[in-house]
Nanobody, 113 residues
Framework: VQLVESGGGLVQAGGSLRLTCEAS????????MGWYRQAPGKQRELVAE?????RMDYSEAVKGRFTISRDKNTVYLQMNSLTPEDTAVYYC??????????WGQGTQVTVSS
């Protein structure tokens, strides 16, 4: 499975961005897709995930601000009310729930104050 992300960039605090990730290859093996992020000096953390049957989960840090959605083998992350604390490299992932085997190359999101 190959994952290609797009949509990162620079935005002012309070602004919005939409990330997109397209999966290709052996996509029939995918049960869940999601987004992680890693800020400088911090561990990679789960942002949101969505299963094949539409069950969604969010980290507490982004609940109410971010929305994950999925259309077959493409997953989206709509990010609203961004803060500088959301600055990170965002990675798309796919695989089994809680056991992601496939990762994208990452896309930088920078939120200026």
């Amino acid at each position: 499975v190959q994952l290609v992300e797009s949509g990162g960039g620079l935005v002012q605090a309070g602004g919005s961005l939409r990330l997109t990730c397209e999966a290709s290859g052996r996509t029939f093996t995918i049960v869940s897709m999601g987004w992680y992020r890693q800020a400088p000096g911090k561990q990679r953390e789960l942002v949101a995930e969505i299963t094949n049957v539409g069950r969604m989960d969010y980290s507490e840090a982004v609940k109410g601000r971010f929305t994950i959605s999925r259309d077959k083998n493409t997953v989206y992350l709509q990010m609203n009310s961004l803060t500088p604390e959301d600055t990170a490299v965002y990675y798309c992932t796919a695989g089994a729930i809680g056991q992601y085997d496939y990762w994208g190359q990452g896309t930088q999101v920078t939120v200026s104050s």
